[in-house]
């Protein structure tokens, strides 16, 4: 395995810059993913990556190969990049048998029948479908389809293997499932992985690495802890952490606490870094720590709110709150609010409602400050 290093890729589609000069490097045998919403030009990187796009500029190298190279006028075709590629479609023959769909690779690259048959069954054991390679592919179930495309990118020992969003078209439970064996997959095989998704959950359970795009260029990288921690702007913050952004102004710099004025209340938060008096910059709450009081009480950060919706799913509700008219989401377990009656075994909810008014209290450790 060897690591991937890309310089300046640029990609337009007619007047429009889809990849706007990025730079990273995919470490080998790392899982690194790139997040991003729709149309962000995550996909098209990795469509650059295989070959099935030729960039406008920039440059590739996957170990000691140049992938492509604007400069050199160099670009190297799909079939002789070694890489596998596993698609969100499946992209899988339905005339053809599990086994026909996994050795056609091999079959191209005019392989011995013995050679290929070995192969095959080797790799269908290790993604679970031994006993399965005679069956047709429309009568498999959806994750039957997937370990199928994904067996078929791996049987011919890939150099990087890369992931459009192949875990979409699964319900929650077989997503949870295959994030889990796909990772495991990974990690055994030492296999140097790009993996391109929407979904902050699979980055995070998934990756040694994010990468986050947003309309072409690379917002943030880094670890998933690192990025969780200290998210560089709110654009990272929102997008992985989920979380919340306040407006307001710095009043007061301490040592190791940063004072922002909102509206006519205040936050005192950790400090990152120096900020100008009366420098606009965002807070970013994390609305987990957030606490809710019917109440106003003696507690730092405390702030007046109003509740603009209450929304269910299963055991936790996420609130919506007016916070001098920003709005900010407080996602609560529902057992937070179950409290024993005096006097009797019953419980009673004290479940918040839309247009309630209340106090939040912020801590430290919930709020981050952010220029952007």
Known sequence: MAELIIEKLTKRFGDNLVVDNINFTVPSEKFVTILGPSGCGKTTVLRCIVGVERPD????????QVLFSKNENLFTPTEKRGMGMVYQSYALWPHMTVFENVAYPLQIRKMGKDEIRKKVLDILKLVKLNGLEDRLVPNLSGGQQQRVSLARALVYNP????????LSNLDVVLRDEMRTELKDLQRRLKLTTIYVTHDRTEALSLSDHIIIMDKGVIKATGTPIDLLRDPPNSYAGI????????KGNVSNNSEKTVEIKIGNHKIVCRKQRDWNENEEVG????GTEVVIHNNKRPVDNLLPAKIKSAT???QIVEYKMIVNDQVIKVPKSIEEF???EEGSNETIHSLHESGEDVYIEIPDSACHVVKE
């Open 57 to 64: 500029g920039g440059k590739m190298k996957l170990g000691d």
């Open 159 to 166: 150099t990087l293997l890369l992931l459009d969003e192949p």
């Open 239 to 246: 997008i992985l952490g989920d979380m919340s952004l306040i």
């Open 283 to 286: 807070i970013l709450i994390r």
């Open 312 to 314: 269910y799913a299963g």
């Open 338 to 340: 179950i409290i024993p």
